[in-house]
């Protein structure tokens, strides 16, 4: 199937040096290696909120997260009650036992405002608002939507928590890196961070410091906890708000700049970096780190791109050949894609995918 691919070009890759992607690399694996050092135990908490017709697109992205990552990861699935069963039945055949671990939860709003919380934007999307709230326990959690792919091991993220400063508490990415096709600061009736505002689909949370901070806000000269500030904000702009929990956290920190840490949008790369032509210098220098595949391109024919990468990772079965069985054929596939905008930069979709391959097999050769 594979014979127009050149064998010896994958074989000799597998062979390169490791100084192939330059000091970059070199600087971010010492970083890497120091944080996993002085953190040698340290569980990952991975959060997604599961509602609908949702329930491959999250086990998906489990599954992506589950291939590359070095310390064991805890997934605290907040699901529908009828989705549970099928969770369970498909998380059980994972063969990582005892490095993966999973809680379901049911979704669960303040009783007194339930209903208004659970419509707002999508059916359980605002869930994500009261994870420090509900995880008492848990100091730190990677929150992630349903449609998000990770192309390079969940530590590589997580380890941003060690790059906070006193004040930052969570860390997003911009919502758009062009102003000239922004959303916020074009259509926006709320305040919103930054220029362009912040995508909540990736959200790395310090929630040690969250329950702690107290708020600035405009609707009261009073500072306001996490628990005491959603309801008010809600009220004020429920009217403005396009995005839902999203608008709520924009506005959040426009009043709290100080609080939040940006990374690179090779951190949550959509469609929107790519559809009217790349803006995404980051991931065109590095390649995508995490794919976030909003607008359902997962699933429809507009973005052949973005599909093929979930449809590889959806299709690979743990255990085999990550060359032969991901690699090789999601390759072959972008190329077919190279007639759409974002199919013209379809090596950055498997440049950090295939770095990620070699440094498992690395990691595997070593014990």
């Not at 062979?15 to 694996?29: I, R």
């Not at 939507?145 to 400063?165: E, G, M, Q, Y």
């Not at 709320?190 to 929630?207: A, E, F, Q, R």
């Not at 951190?267 to 794919?291: Q, V």
Request: charge should be positive; charged fraction near 25%.
């Amino acid at each position: 199937r594979y014979k127009n691919l050149s064998v010896s070009f994958w074989n000799s890759y597998w062979m390169l040096p490791s100084d192939v992607c330059g000091m970059n690399c070199f600087w971010e694996a010492a970083f890497r290696y120091n944080y996993m050092k002085t953190h040698p135990s340290e569980k990952m908490h991975l959060a997604v909120v599961a509602c609908g017709e949702r329930l491959e697109e999250t086990v998906t992205m489990l599954r992506s997260a589950i291939i590359f990552s070095i310390k064991p990861l805890q997934f605290h699935i907040f699901a529908e009650d009828q989705l549970h069963k099928s969770f369970k039945d498909i998380l059980d055949d994972f063969p990582y036992e005892g490095r993966v671990n999973y809680t379901l939860y049911p979704i669960t709003f303040p009783t007194e405002s339930a209903a208004e919380w659970k419509k707002l934007f999508k059916p359980c999307a605002s869930q994500r608002l009261f994870l420090p709230l509900i995880l008492k326990n848990v100091d730190s959690l990677l929150y992630v939507d349903t449609d998000i792919l990770f192309l390079r091991p969940v530590d590589d993220i997580w380890s941003f928590l060690a790059k906070f400063n006193s004040t930052q508490i969570a860390a997003m990415a911009p919502e758009h890196e062009e102003p000239r096709i922004g959303w916020y600061n074009r259509f926006a009736r709320h305040p919103y961070y930054g220029v362009t505002g912040i995508n909540s689909g990736v959200m790395l949370m310090n929630m040690t410091r969250i329950r702690k901070k107290y708020f600035k806000n405009d609707m009261t000269p009073v500072r306001l906890q996490w628990g005491e500030i959603l309801m008010p904000l809600l009220k004020k702009y429920k009217l403005n708000i396009t995005w839902g929990d999203q608008d709520l956290l924009n506005i959040m920190f426009f009043h709290n700049p100080e609080s939040l840490y940006v990374f690179p949008c090779q951190w949550n790369y959509r469609p929107d970096h790519c559809i009217y032509g790349s803006n995404c210098k980051e991931a065109e220098e590095e390649g995508i780190f995490i794919l976030h595949g909003n607008r359902g391109v997962y699933h429809d024919d507009k973005q052949p791109t973005f599909r093929a990468v979930y449809e590889a990772i959806k299709n690979y079965s743990f255990g085999d050949d990550l060359v032969h069985s991901l690699l090789q054929p999601l390759e072959l596939e972008l190329q077919k894609t190279m007639h759409t905008y974002c199919g013209r930069v379809y090596k950055m979709f498997i440049k950090q995918l295939t770095k990620s391959v070699r440094h498992l097999y690395a990691r595997r050769s070593k014990g």
